[in-house]
């Protein structure tokens, strides 16, 4: 029994390893996909029992391990993150959230598993289908909440050089910027402090493991202006 238990507890501490450091890069697609029926479940119990006045922040795992318990313009934040989301998978996402109450206020972060090498993401199909997707995310948040600000990429560790394109943070970013250009959003960068300059990747110590920031918490407090803004 106690061996049982520890194996238990093992798979447990795996599972959770696997959602850190991003389930596009080292785990199935079925895996994935699993994680999210779980997250999605935690998502709508936020979304029910958020007060009337609150900000909606969605995306990826870059949004997820914001830590709870923030506060964004005075108003809660709820954390509509799910890990190893794509643009696509997230569309698919958000269309099943219910949200009672509108946001004052919905943020996006989408891209990251996007962007693997292996996925050519810098060849014209696929950032036309990301793109399309991060359209259909922004309309959807459109229809439910009165502002809506989609952030760029962030950088990735050098060490992720070989799995991640790291050009294509700034050129899906652009997309992402003319995306709001033309459909009405607001865009903003809370990363740039983490740039190393135009490479795609981070200044040293920006990342935590390559993929996920070191702190988030002042990746938020940078994206403020752009949320609480006019």
Known sequence: MRHLAVLIVGGVGLLALGGLVGWRLHRPAADARAYAVM????????????????????????VEL???????????????????????????????MNFKAPPQV?????????????????SAEPAARFEAAAETIVRRLQNVAPRVVVTALPPVGRELGTLVDAA???????????????????????????????????????????????????????????????
């Open 39 to 62: 997250r999605l479940i935690a998502i709508q119990v936020s979304l029910d029992e958020a007060p009337p006045d609150y900000v909606f922040y969605g995306g990826d795992s870059q």
């Open 66 to 96: 914001q830590p709870g318990g923030q506060q964004v313009c005075g108003l809660p934040l709820v954390n509509g993150g799910v890990s190893g989301s794509t643009a696509a998978a997230y569309a698919d996402h958000l269309a099943q």
């Open 168 to 230: 294509a943070v700034a050129a899906y970013s652009q997309r992402l910027r003319g995306l709001c250009g033309r459909l009405g959003c607001a865009f903003a960068d809370p990363f740039a402090a983490l740039r190393d300059g135009d490479t795609g990747y981070a200044k040293p110590g920006a990342m935590r493991d390559g993929l996920h920031l070191a702190a988030y918490r002042p990746a938020l407090e940078a994206l403020g202006p752009a949320l609480c803004g006019p």
């Open 106 to 122: 919905a943020a996006l972060t989408i891209g990251t598993n996007d962007i693997l090498v292996k996925n050519k993401p810098r």
